[in-house]
C-alpha cells in the first residue's frame, strides 16, 4: 500500500482534531471565564530510505533519504490570558484582576480542592457562596464563605465620644446632641455644651519721639569767671511692638502734635551800645554715640473675635510726655469661623441583625446590620501556580492540579501576583473569533488537500490494478 494514504489520513485525523478544539473554542464564547485552546501539530516519524555518509578522498558525503509518515498533533494548549469585563451589579460577581484562581470544594473537609476563574456565584439556601454546580468557595483558611443571615450583633454601651470641629470665638457658648447607647441597647440623647471663654490679647506699646534739644540762642547766659555753663540736652528713645494674640506683629499708624511754643531773645550790649559778641574758645567733650535706653507700658486689651468674618478693631491710647502728645491707632486682627462642632466617632451601638453584605476588592466579605454596624465575616482565598498552562481542565470551568502545573500557591486578593477583586463584575471568555474563523478556514484547506492526496493515492492504486486487464 503506497504511504501516501496512510500520511494523508494521519493528517485528516489531525485536522479534524483541531476543528474539534476551534469548535469548542466558539462554542464557549459567551462562556464566563472560559480560556481557549490552540492546537499544534508535528511530523510523524520519518522512513529512512538510505542514510548519510562521510566524505572520501576520492568521493563527497551524501545526506540521509527520508521519507515522512504524516503529521500528528503536537499539543492542544490552554491560553490564559485574562479576559474582557463584562459589568453585572450583581452582589456575587466576581472578577479577579491577576493570575489567581478562586478555590471550590465539594467535600466538608476541602480537601478536593479545584479551582477556577468564573466568578458567577451565589447563595444557597445555608447562606454558602457556591458555583452554579453547588460547590463552596473557600476563603483565605480554606473555610467555606457562608454569609448567615440570622447572625446579630450584640448592643455595647458607649465608652468614648469624639467630636471634631471649630467652636467660633464670638459665640457665647455652643451645644450639640448624639445618641449614645446604655449597657443594654438603649438609645440616649446627649447633650453637649461648650461655654464661652474669654480670649486674653496682650501686646507690647513702644513710643518714640525724635530727640530735640534747646536753641543755642534762647539759652541764658551766667558768665561766671568767663566761662559759659549750657544747658543739659536730654534724650529720650523708647520702642512699642505690638502683636496681636496669634503672636502676629502689627504695625500702627503714629501720629504726633508739635506744640506751640514761644521763646524771648535777648542782645548783649557794652557800654557804647555796641553788641557784644561771645565767643567760645573752651567746649566740653560731646559724645558720639547715645544709649538706647527702652521704656514699657503694658496695656490690658479685652477683644472678642466674630465667628464668620474678619475684624478691626481701633484701640486708641495717648500718652503725655515734654514737648507734646502722641497718639496712637492701633488695629487688632484675628481670624475666625463659625461653630461646626458636628463630626461624631461614637464608640458603642445599638443591637442589630445582619440584613445585607458586600465584598470588597480585597475580597473581605462585609456583613452590613441593621444598626449601621458593619463587620468583616471572612475574606476570599486564592490561588496560584508557576505554570498554569499545567492545570487540568475538569469541565464546569473547574481546573485541577497536576505535577506539571506546580504546587498551588495560596494567599489574599491585593498581594502579590494573585490580583485585585472586582465585584459585580465577570471575567469574560478569552475566546478570539476572528482569529478561530481564521484558524477554521486554514484547517478546513488542510483537510480537503489531505483528502486529495488519499483519493489521488487511490486512483493510482486503481490504475495499478487495471494494469492487469
Known amino acids: 500500500m503506497m504511504r501516501s494514504m496512510f500520511s494523508g489520513v494521519s493528517s485528516l485525523k489531525s485536522h479534524q482534531l483541531k476543528m474539534d478544539v476551534i469548535g469548542n473554542n466558539i462554542a464557549n464564547v459567551n462562556t464566563v471565564g472560559y480560556k481557549a485552546s490552540s492546537v499544534s501539530f508535528s511530523e510523524m516519524y520519518s522512513q529512512t530510505l538510505k542514510g548519510a555518509s562521510s566524505s572520501t578522498t576520492s568521493r563527497g558525503g551524501t545526506n540521509p533519504m527520508q521519507v515522512g509518515l504524516g503529521a500528528n498533533v503536537a499539543s492542544v494548549a490552554v491560553n490564559h490570558t485574562k479576559g474582557s469585563i463584562q459589568r453585572t451589579d450583581v452582589a456575587t460577581d466576581i472578577m479577579i484582576d491577576g493570575e489567581g484562581f478562586f478555590m471550590v470544594t465539594n467535600d466538608a473537609t476541602a480537601q478536593n480542592k479545584f479551582y477556577t476563574r468564573a466568578g458567577n456565584f451565589q447563595m444557597d439556601e445555608q447562606g454558602y457562596l457556591v458555583t452554579s454546580d453547588g460547590l463552596r468557595v473557600l476563603d483565605n483558611e480554606f473555610k467555606p464563605i457562608q454569609v448567615n443571615m440570622s447572625d446579630s450583633k450584640n448592643a455595647s454601651m458607649s465608652t468614648n465620644i469624639l467630636i471634631n470641629g471649630n467652636i467660633s470665638t464670638t459665640e457665647a457658648g455652643y451645644n450639640t446632641t448624639v445618641d449614645v447607647y446604655d449597657s443594654l441597647g438603649d438609645v440616649h440623647t446627649l447633650k453637649i455644651d461648650f461655654p464661652g471663654l474669654p480670649i486674653p490679647t496682650t501686646g507690647a506699646i513702644t513710643l518714640g519721639t525724635n530727640p530735640s534739644t534747646n536753641d543755642p540762642a534762647n539759652d541764658p547766659l551766667n558768665v561766671v569767671n568767663g566761662v559759659v555753663t549750657a544747658a543739659p540736652h536730654n534724650y529720650t528713645y523708647r520702642k512699642m511692638t505690638i502683636t496681636d494674640s496669634t503672636g502676629k506683629q502689627i504695625i500702627p499708624e503714629l501720629t504726633g502734635t508739635p506744640p ?18 561771645l565767643i567760645q574758645t573752651a567746649f566740653g567733650v560731646l559724645p558720639t554715640a547715645l544709649p538706647n535706653d527702652d521704656a514699657k507700658y503694658a496695656v490690658s486689651l479685652g477683644i472678642k473675635v466674630p465667628g464668620a468674618s474678619d475684624i478691626t478693631l481701633p484701640i486708641d491710647r495717648s500718652m503725655f510726655f515734654a514737648g507734646g502728645d502722641v497718639t496712637k491707632d492701633r488695629i487688632a486682627t484675628q481670624n475666625s469661623q463659625v461653630s461646626d462642632a458636628k463630626s461624631v466617632q461614637l464608640e458603642g451601638n445599638a443591637a442589630g441583625k445582619i440584613y445585607s453584605f458586600n465584598i470588597s476588592a480585597k475580597g473581605e466579605v462585609v456583613g452590613i446590620y441593621t444598626n449601621g454596624e458593619q463587620k468583616v465575616l471572612q ?85 495499478l490494478v487495471n494494469l492487469k486487464r
Open 260 to 277: 506751640a511754643a514761644t521763646q524771648d531773645v535777648y542782645a548783649m550790649f557794652n557800654e557804647r551800645g555796641e553788641i557784644v559778641d
Open 379 to 463: 475574606t476570599i482565598g486564592l490561588a496560584a501556580f508557576d505554570n498554569p498552562g499545567g492545570l487540568m481542565k475538569l469541565g464546569g470551568n473547574l481546573f485541577q492540579e497536576t505535577p506539571n502545573s506546580g504546587t498551588a500557591k495560596y494567599g489574599n486578593p491585593s498581594s502579590g501576583s494573585f490580583g485585585d477583586l472586582t465585584p459585580g463584575a465577570l471575567e469574560m471568555s478569552n475566546v478570539d473569533l476572528a482569529a478561530q474563523f481564521t484558524d477554521m478556514i486554514t484547517t478546513q484547506r488542510g483537510f480537503q488537500a489531505n483528502s486529495r492526496v488519499i483519493t489521488t493515492s487511490d486512483e493510482i492504486l486503481q490504475e
